[in-house]
């Protein structure tokens, strides 16, 4: 009797036992199979419509841990498709509970409570703030600390979600210490670690010249410069891209990036098969150059211009830009600098951009750049219209497709190239009688100031119609335009005035019909 009771029992517990058994392989196969389903995008609204944040929930709490990371990892895949299934993860207050396994958990659960954190931030910075309040960023900063590079890629990687929202959320990071870390991170092996830190570590800088400050306190500079040789193309993609944010805030903070000896290493990536290394590098070398006359020499010495305009003439779209306002940026200071940029032949890409491009904001960036070339000296601005830029110029001008930006960029920089230049053959394709009174008045301007003491200029003037289309312009009275064109018409005998001059009849036919030898 004694046995048949001990089988009873035995029988009994091994029901039980199957019966859990079933339990945990059914929870393991629901959270494989929602996981699975929430990488594909059709799927998600009927997960949604379902109530699967409901059912998730508890089993991050559960006993079985494959189970609490299938449901972490669901989740985030759940909250990364859109900011209103975020939302639900954030109402469904189960950021608490993986704060909570952050520092409890294994290392496996942490990498996915990590992601979650990670997706639930990128969308906006209120659920960036939500993550923030639930006090996730201490215990991200204390990931950083662990052994295992994935738990550390996890949290650096939603820590930099977290602050590139906006400088407070930047604040809360770094007040919890996270500089440090991320770039002891940096100085991990771990390729994809070093990567994540330094975006992250870019993502705190951008905000402002206290963010950068601190980055830079923490020796960032000091072990992201020497990545710029690395073999790795992402790498140097977020090296440079740190580098650029921290220098473009003050004449400090990029005197700092220059002394972590970058130059001329970094103007070979703009040669780098990577578009993307090629354009952050140039953004790079645009945020040093842009601050003073002294940092620009500097790109200049170290032969910085010639890569510059092979990088503007062999890119296109946006990823010119860096390269075209770079150029800008040097030629504005001196007309030394300026003249560098000239001798590297530089002006024909310049050019070829404002002529070329699509987008009004690159071909604005190209016109402002060769008014910063043209404007400094005579010989500066026979340099700009030996290339035929000023029609350029002046066609972008008139284009009613044209934005207001382009539009003004155009017309400063014409001013500023036509008052410098004094080679009239230039300025002749300018003067015709459906140019806009506002750049004639320039253009006869320095017609005016020429002609006068200037013989053989006077005469070429008269041979290449220049003074017959001059008298076609109806030119307000009182007006500059009418006083250039009042000094040029003195430069002549009246007669010859009058017969280019279409409101005075013409005579002179009549005079041959009635000469007599």
């Known amino acids: 009797l004694k046995l048949q009771f001990l089988y009873f029992i035995g029988k009994m517990s091994r029901q039980m036992m199957q019966t859990f058994e079933e339990y945990q392989r059914a929870r393991v196969k629901f959270v494989q199979a929602v996981a699975e389903f929430a990488t594909r995008p059709p799927y998600i609204l009927a997960l949604k419509s379902a109530g699967v944040m409901a059912l998730l929930r508890p089993l991050l709490l559960d006993n079985v841990e494959s189970v609490q990371q299938s449901a972490a990892l669901a989740l985030g895949r759940l909250a990364a498709y859109s900011d209103e299934l975020a939302e639900q993860v954030v109402q469904q207050d189960i950021l608490q509970q993986l704060v909570y396994s952050l520092s409890e958990q294994n290392r496996y659960y942490k990498k996915s409570a990590a992601f979650v954190l990670r997706s639930v931030a990128k969308h906006s910075p209120q659920l960036a703030q939500a993550v923030v309040d639930a006090g996730a960023v ?7 600390e662990e052994f295992d590079p994935g738990v550390k890629e996890g949290a650096a990687w939603a ?9 407070d959320l930047a604040q809360a990071v770094v007040d919890n ?83 972590g000896e970058i130059f001329p290493k970094i103007f070979s990536l703009l040669k780098d098969l990577d578009d993307v290394v090629r354009k952050n590098a140039a953004t790079c070398i645009r945020e040093v150059a ?25 890119t296109t779209g946006n990823a010119r830009l860096p390269g075209i306002m770079t150029l800008g940026y040097i030629s504005a200071f001196s007309d030394t600098l300026a003249l560098a940029v000239v001798v590297s032949r530089g002006i024909p890409p310049l050019g070829h951009a404002l002529e070329k491009e699509t987008e009004d904001h690159l071909r604005a960036a ?37 934005s207001e930006d382009l539009k003004m960029k155009a017309k400063r920089s014409l001013k500023s190239v036509i008052m410098k230049c004094v080679h009239l053959p230039a300025l002749e394709p300018l003067l015709h009688n459906n140019a ?9 301007g320095q017609f005016a100031k020429i002609l006068p003491n200037d013989i053989g200029a006077k005469r070429e003037f008269v041979a290449n119609r220049g003074l017959a289309t001059l008298q076609k312009v109806k030119a307000e009275p009182g007006s500059k335009l009418q006083e250039a064109i009042m000094i040029i018409n003195k430069c002549y005998p009246p007669e010859i005035v009058d017969y280019f001059d279409p409101s005075t009849p013409n005579t002179f036919l009549d005079k041959i019909d009635t000469y007599q030898s």
């Open 177 to 259: 210490g996270a500089t440090h870390y991320l770039v002891l991170c940096v100085q991990e092996p771990e390729l994809t670690l070093k990567r994540i830190a330094a975006s992250t570590l870019s993502d705190i800088a951008k905000h402002s010249p206290e963010l950068a400050q601190v980055v830079v306190d923490s020796c960032a500079i000091n072990h992201l410069a020497p990545l710029i040789t690395s073999t790795d193309s992402k790498l140097k993609r977020q090296v440079c891209q740190c580098l650029a944010q921290i220098a473009k805030h003050s004449v400090e903070l990029a005197e700092l990036v220059v002394e």
């Open 159 to 167: 820590l930099g979600y977290i602050a590139r929202h906006n400088a």
């Open 138 to 144: 201490d215990q991200l900063v204390g990931c950083l």
């Open 366 to 402: 190209a016109a402002w750049s060769l008014g910063q070339i043209g404007r400094h000296t005579p010989e500066h601005a026979k340099s700009v219209a030996d290339c035929n830029i000023l029609p350029k110029l002046l066609d972008a001008y008139l284009d009613k497709d044209s």
């Open 436 to 444: 806009p009174h506002n750049i004639l008045k320039y253009v006869c």
């Open 290 to 314: 842009k601050h003073t006359p002294e940092l620009a020499q500097l790109i200049v010495n170290a032969g910085g211009v010639g890569a510059l305009v092979d990088y503007v003439q062999e």
